[in-house]
């Protein structure tokens, strides 16, 4: 044997050594094994000896009975952010969600007649009065809202799309390969830069569909033009094939609303329905402030096509998804936009989130820590508005910036911040007012950690 694993703790004398510990035996024999085999490989690479614990043990032990998926504080300032699961659910999307949850629903059935209904009638006429479209379906997500509308309305046949619109979203995403998958063949037309309508219009000849992608998350300026989707869908009626609009962020406030917010304006799905498209389809946890779904909203005979399409069955959401969603359309239709969290963090006073910054700088300061606030930069984020740019304050703390992001990270509840010139920065956008607290304690707790 090697000689410095020699006298390595055996599993069962730290089994032993936490004797009477309230956590389960697997959790505690599962430390025990991850707590050797860390402390076998320090020194096979020739670090000195180290003992472990019974409180190690029991530690790790904690890390394996808690759960996996756990609430964080979002100090980035990124809105929806997709890592942190995007849209936080309104107060009375999350009372529905819980509400259905824990028991039986009418999901499929139909209250009056006594036989079966459809999951997608608690939400379809809601969509239609907030997008003014006539029929609407529901997914889980918007890419398999975009695979179901590709194998709804192009069948099979070639879908155009603009050069410029070729893109990747992230986590392989890409609509070339959202094609190949849906086994529709690829019409590229335009340039990189530049499509214009004859682009559009001479590709049309025995096509399936015209699909317009919105660019959500990288913008391009300059010598640069693209074909709206009122002009799309013309030219394709004359042609008989039908357009389709993947918008992404699917956001239901109108252009000016956008610009007054201090956003970069886009087209809000209302006004993209408005066009005469024949579908437009984008996601429930971006600006719509809802749960993870795709909506596609549009013209019924194509809407009814994907309602019983085969996809449909492999695609369709569950009850808590469409719980969740019908409270946030009660709120979009009613208009009651700072009760959607989205919205709320987006639109709040610059000065309401210094005051915030101001109170967690002061609460560190008491317990003798250097804070600084500073005016900060956030974003909407989750592939939504890329140029956008959200004013904010946040504490900063400055020395030590990485370790203290690992520590704060590894903490309970983990916090998320940003490094940047060598600074830890606690962006206070998306901090609720009562976590204020929470996160000053979570930071001198980590400074704790790290000594
Ligand atoms: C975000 C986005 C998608 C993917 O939506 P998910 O709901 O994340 O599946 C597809 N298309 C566009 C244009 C998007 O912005």
Redesign the pocket.
């Known amino acids: 044997m090697h000689e410095a694993l020699r006298d390595l703790p055996s599993i069962a004398a730290l089994l032993a050594s936490v004797k009477g510990s309230e956590l389960p035996l697997w959790a505690l024999t599962m430390a025990a094994r991850d707590l050797v085999a860390r402390e076998r490989e320090r020194r096979l690479q020739g670090r000195a000896p180290s003992s472990i614990s019974a409180r190690d043990v029991e530690a790790r032990a904690q890390e394996h009975v808690a759960p996996r998926l756990r609430s964080v504080i979002n100090a980035t300032g990124i809105v929806l952010h997709?890592n942190l699961g995007r849209a936080p659910l309104a107060e009375t999307a999350a009372d529905s969600l819980a509400r259905v949850a824990r028991g039986y629903s009418n999901l499929e059935f139909d209250l009056a007649s006594g036989e079966r209904g459809s999951r997608h009638d608690h939400v379809a006429a809601l969509l239609s009065a907030v997008t003014g479209a006539e029929a609407a379906v529901v997914v889980n997500?918007?890419?398999?809202a975009?695979v179901l509308a590709l194998a709804a309305m192009a069948r099979g046949r070639d879908v155009i799309v603009s050069r410029g619109e070729l893109?990747e979203?992230g986590g392989s995403?890409r609509i070339p390969e959202m094609l190949t998958l849906t086994g529709c063949g690829l019409r590229e037309v335009g340039t990189t830069n530049r499509t214009h309508l004859r682009d559009y219009e001479a590709a049309l000849p025995g096509a399936g569909l015209l699909l317009k992608?919105?660019r959500?998350?990288f913008a391009m300026t300059g010598f640069v033009a693209e074909v709206e989707p009122a002009a799309m869908a013309a030219a394709g009626r004359r042609a008989d094939v039908p357009t389709l609009v993947?918008?992404?962020?699917g956001v239901l406030r109108d252009e000016a609303t956008q610009r007054a917010l201090g956003l970069p304006a886009e087209p809000s799905v209302q006004a993209t329905v408005a066009t005469g498209v024949d579908a437009v389809c984008f996601?429930?946890?971006?600006l719509l402030g809802g749960p993870?779904a795709?909506i596609i909203v549009g013209k019924r005979v194509w809407i009814t096509a994907m309602a019983k399409h085969p996809l449909m069955r492999v695609l369709r959401p569950d009850k808590l998804t469409i719980a969740a969603l019908e409270a946030t359309l009660q709120l979009v239709r009613a208009e009651r936009w700072q009760e959607l969290p989205v919205w709320r963090l987006i639109d709040q006073p610059l000065a309401s989130i210094q005051a915030r910054a101001e109170r967690l700088a002061a609460l560190l300061r008491d317990a003798s820590m250097n804070a600084d606030v500073r005016p900060s930069e956030g974003t909407v984020g989750?592939?939504?508005m890329p140029t956008s740019v959200l004013p904010s304050y946040a504490v900063v703390l400055s020395g030590n910036a990485r370790a203290l992001e690992a520590a704060l990270r590894a903490g309970s509840p983990p916090v998320i911040a940003r490094v940047a010139h060598d600074a830890l920065w606690l962006d206070m956008r998306c901090v609720a007012d009562g976590d204020v607290g929470m996160l000053a304690e979570a930071v001198a707790r980590a400074y704790g950690a790290m000594r």
């Open positions: 997709t997500n918007n890419a398999a975009l893109i979203i995403f992608v919105h959500s998350n993947d918008l992404g962020s996601s429930g946890d971006k993870q795709g989750g592939g939504t």
